[in-house]
């Protein structure tokens, strides 16, 4: 697992940046599901008023950030050397932090269903 972590290059980046925005989509999934069961709120406080609407949430967490993270996969194409590593940092602490949220999830799901 480290050493995917410690490659910076521009593949493997994209890759990254892809899996990021898997794990994005899985995580309101997971919030939905967990939030109809009716034991469960919404914890992130920016998303507690937006995830009431299906039309926001998914503008929010599906069509905003496959903007965003296509710009920056664009952008990055044109990086040099030292930036690939620096985003490499910061986009392996949002992978880390959404890998987090997402087996969070998978546990709740689990005692949820299995309790």
């Known amino acids: 697992m480290m050493g995917i972590l410690n490659v910076s290059d521009l593949k493997a980046i994209k890759a990254k940046l892809l899996c990021?925005?898997?794990?994005?989509?899985?995580d309101l999934?997971?919030?939905?599901?967990?939030?109809?069961?009716g034991?469960?709120?919404e914890a992130n406080v920016f998303m507690q008023g937006i995830i009431s609407s299906s039309f926001f949430s998914i503008l929010c967490k599906v069509v905003l950030p496959l903007f965003l993270l296509g710009l920056l996969s664009f952008r990055l194409n044109k990086a040099t050397f030292k930036q690939l590593?620096?985003?490499?940092?910061?986009?392996?602490?949002?992978?880390?932090?959404?890998?987090?949220?997402?087996?969070?999830?998978?546990?709740?799901t689990g005692m949820y269903i299995f309790a």
């Not at 990021?20 to 899985?26: E, G, H, K, Q, R």
């Not at 999934?29 to 069961?37: A, G, Q």
């Not at 949002?94 to 998978?106: A, D, Q, R, V």
């Open 29 to 37: 999934l997971f919030t939905w599901f967990l939030l109809k069961t």
């Open 20 to 26: 990021i925005y898997a794990l994005n989509v899985t």
């Open 85 to 108: 590593v620096k985003a490499n940092f910061l986009i392996n602490i949002c992978m880390i932090g959404y890998f987090t949220l997402n087996i969070s999830h998978i546990i709740w």
């Open 39 to 41: 034991c469960f709120v």
